[in-house]
């Protein structure tokens, strides 16, 4: 089944930035909707930002708005999400997920159906 390779991640400043990577192993990505969640301890798994996989149309949870940016390189089978600006409550696990149902631009967890691995994200001084 579809495997994820994350990477990046860490330790960031307040108003610094990350850029996360999801590369699949061994399948296309060309087909499917990319979703970014993250989840912080205590609290549900939330969208953080989706994309399709025809016109690369675009969804922002209001939490990153303005700061993350989603996108997607099929040549090299790998998607992104920059994240500018970040905020003490950005630190959480950021998963990467693929749905090749055609519900992924909902950009909700019960419509993926393929998980990355997570990598910990975590703002502060």
């Known amino acids: 089944q579809v495997q994820f390779v994350q990477s990046g991640g860490g330790l960031v400043q307040p108003g610094g930035s990350q850029r996360l990577s999801c590369a699949a192993a061994?399948?296309?990505?060309?087909?499917?909707?990319i979703g970014w969640f993250r989840q912080a301890p205590g609290k549900e798994r939330e969208a953080v930002a989706c994309?399709?996989?025809?016109?690369?149309?675009?969804y922002y949870a209001d939490s990153g708005k303005g700061r993350f940016t989603i996108s997607r390189d099929n040549t090299k089978n790998t998607a992104y999400l920059q994240m500018n600006n970040l905020k003490p409550e950005d630190t959480a696990v950021y998963y990467c997920?693929?749905?090749?149902?055609?519900?992924?631009?909902?950009?909700?967890?019960?419509?993926?159906?393929?998980w990355g691995p997570g990598s910990q994200v975590t703002v502060s001084s």
């Open positions: 997920a693929a749905d090749l149902h055609g519900l992924g631009t909902r950009c909700r967890v019960a419509d993926y159906e393929y």
């Open positions: 061994g399948y296309t990505l060309d087909y499917y909707a």
């Open positions: 994309i399709s996989s025809s016109d690369s149309s675009t």
